[in-house]
């Protein structure tokens, strides 16, 4: 059983961090709120996303109904929680329509599938089978040498200007200083933030390449948020770390790198 | 003889809501206003538009001039209006321009051409020849049993939820609930208006599916609309009613159902 | 060496003035300031550009750095200047992620490259071999016995108007009245001012017919304008005077008439 009431523009913010990197996923529900782990078709992005209960005006859940008390203790762990495959892109169309209402989700499980109401529109969204879904995927175990905390406007502005010269950038961390920088062809842009113009910085000497497309998509997903955090490394995944639903919901993504070819 | 002033973006409000059925027109021109009938080249939807000359800041009209008093009375009653055939989305795409100013519209009917002035602004529209265009369609005799007015924003955002979904639009009355309802591959949009929540709603039992294309384009149409009227039947066709110039314009849209399939 | 400091906006409305007519051209640098002339890939259109010093918050210019005066002395004239090859498309997006900041630029001419920064945004545009740049046009001696000074608002509003309806227009004065003209298939659109609605007329009777897309595209390099000044004559080339950054800068456009076929 899961019925729950959560502000339309904060359940939009969230599934748009979700749908930067993948259209469909398989959504858990716990006690404690909505988890997702999913990675993108290529194999090269991931997005873990959290959102507590209480980021909901109202957020019931029950795995399943139990008759006795010792019914429920033989549950095992994974009855305490429900997984369900959503369509995002097409939850996010409808989310789109319904202005700044409050949203009421209610699951049928048996029927496989979720009905939604924003004020007298109801929406009846089929699940999707989870069997049909790519893999929950294994979060690698990875360590991070240098952490940056930049405000996400910087960050964009310079993704927005990336665009515009090439298809990667680089993205490191050289003493004191973090920089991004793109080449074209001919042309250079290089964004350099010295450690006090940033909200943090842990000094070092690393840097990876990386895709721009996947970055532009994050960029968007993440839109939202002030501020963001990326973990670096050498020839290393992008870990980018942000906040949704002021600060009651968490989104990461893992983007793996490219290979510099020169 | 016809000459009028009128406010362009007024002007351009009573256009669009003719525009949505049709692109061209014949224009009827009597001493009350003007008026026009027209169904869409698919012979599915139609629209009946009526604008009275106290909307225009000016309006002058002479059927025809005449010497003396005994040949005005031989005038047989088809001589005492004007019918010119009208390109009304080239004429929309020319008040687009103008902003609010006020038009000034001057007919030269033995050249074929309407003048219209915004400012120091001159255009020249060249009539259409009547006798290319469709015939002037007779209303056929409906009787409604059911009547519903809503506000347009609310059957407005209905449309667009509805068009991300599917091609056909369920619109029926149950009981004291009036409904829309739209069916995807997978899934459903429901909305469902009690009584209290509309400004006037006749209970029965009916419903009739439409082609959701001219729903959209109707819904366009009658943007500037504040409430719109709906008379239903059981499979029957949908007239939508509303006003246009702040009351001083009426248009009725009428539209063919679609046979359910299942 | 060349190295200033601008304001972003100033700048791009600056670039954009160029961008009507060329993608890119042979900017030459003088102690008073920037400089350009170019024609369009058609040989139908030319650009005259000019930009004060002062427009800038700084600008620092020395042609060639000279050991001793009698080297000094000995330098021609041509070498108090310096040409460089821009790209101002690319330029001018790159000016566009930036905001309303100050942009620093500083030539590199050894390497034939233009740092540009804005915050701590830096972009490295690689400069155009000027042999590979059309050479730079004479400006042929023209006399034109009519001057129209005209709001830009006004110009602009009939351009856009003339846009739907044809491929060309005439500009012409007959006495104290000035008019555009633009002519389709069926229709026409007119627009005439007299005297004492231009800020200027010199009275006469003249007209040219020109093409409208050169004279749109010239419409959104001149957006910035307040007033324009046009020069005309008969079947003869249009000349658009018209100033950039606040009064600190001014532009000419050159426009070769077309021959009217009837």
Same mark, same amino acid.
């Given at each position: 059983m +899961?019925?729950a009431k ?11 961090? %979700?749908t930067?990197? =993948?259209d ?5 529900? =716990?006690? !404690?709120?909505?988890?997702l ?6 194999n090269?992005a991931?997005?873990?996303? &959290?959102?507590? #209960?209480?980021? @909901?005006?109202? +957020?019931?859940f ?6 006795? !008390? ?5 549950e ?6 429900i997984g369900?495959?959503?369509? @995002?892109?097409k ?7 319904? /202005?700044k209402?409050?949203v ?7 029927a496989q599938k979720? +009905?939604?109401?924003m004020? #007298?529109l109801a929406?009846t969204?089929?699940l ?5 879904l790519r893999k ?8 991070f040498p240098?952490q940056? %905390?930049?405000?996400?406007?910087? @960050?964009?502005r310079?993704i927005r200007a ?8 680089l993205?490191?961390v050289d003493?004191? &200083?973090f920089?991004?920088?793109?080449e ?7 964004? /350099?933030?010295?450690?006090?113009q940033?909200i ?6 690393v840097? #990876?390449?990386?895709s ?6 994050m960029s ?6 002030e501020?963001?955090t990326?973990?670096?490394?050498n020839?290393?995944p992008l ?6 639903? &002021?600060?009651?919901?968490? =989104? ?6 490219? %290979?510099?070819s020169?």
């Amino acid at each position: 059983m +899961f019925e729950a009431k959560v502000d339309a523009s904060m359940l939009r913010e969230c599934i748009e961090s %979700i749908t930067a990197i =993948v259209d469909e996923g398989k959504l858990i529900i =716990v006690e !404690e709120g909505l988890k997702l782990r999913a990675v993108d078709p290529a194999n090269v992005a991931m997005v873990s996303f &959290e959102l507590q #209960s209480d980021a @909901f005006d109202e +957020f019931r859940f029950a795995a399943k109904e139990t008759e006795t !008390e010792a019914e429920a203790e033989a549950e095992s762990k994974a009855e305490t929680e429900i997984g369900i495959g959503i369509d @995002f892109v097409k939850l996010l169309a409808i989310l789109g329509i319904g /202005g700044k209402e409050e949203v009421e989700l209610k699951l049928d499980e048996r029927a496989q599938k979720m +009905f939604t109401r924003m004020g #007298s529109l109801a929406y009846t969204l089929s699940l999707l089978d989870p069997s049909s879904l790519r893999k929950e995927p294994k979060v690698p175990e990875l360590e991070f040498p240098v952490q940056v %905390i930049i405000e996400m406007e910087e @960050f964009r502005r310079t993704i927005r200007a990336a665009e515009k010269i090439g298809d990667h950038i680089l993205l490191g961390v050289d003493g004191e &200083e973090f920089y991004m920088e793109a080449e074209g062809e001919m042309d250079k842009l290089r964004l /350099g933030l010295q450690k006090e113009q940033l909200i943090h910085l842990t000094p070092g000497t690393v840097h #990876s390449l990386y895709s721009l497309d996947y970055i532009s998509a994050m960029s968007k997903g993440m839109s939202h948020a002030e501020n963001i955090t990326l973990n670096l490394g050498n020839d290393y995944p992008l870990q980018i770390e942000f906040e949704v639903a &002021e600060g009651k919901g968490k =989104v990461s993504y893992l983007l793996a790198p490219r %290979i510099e070819s020169e």
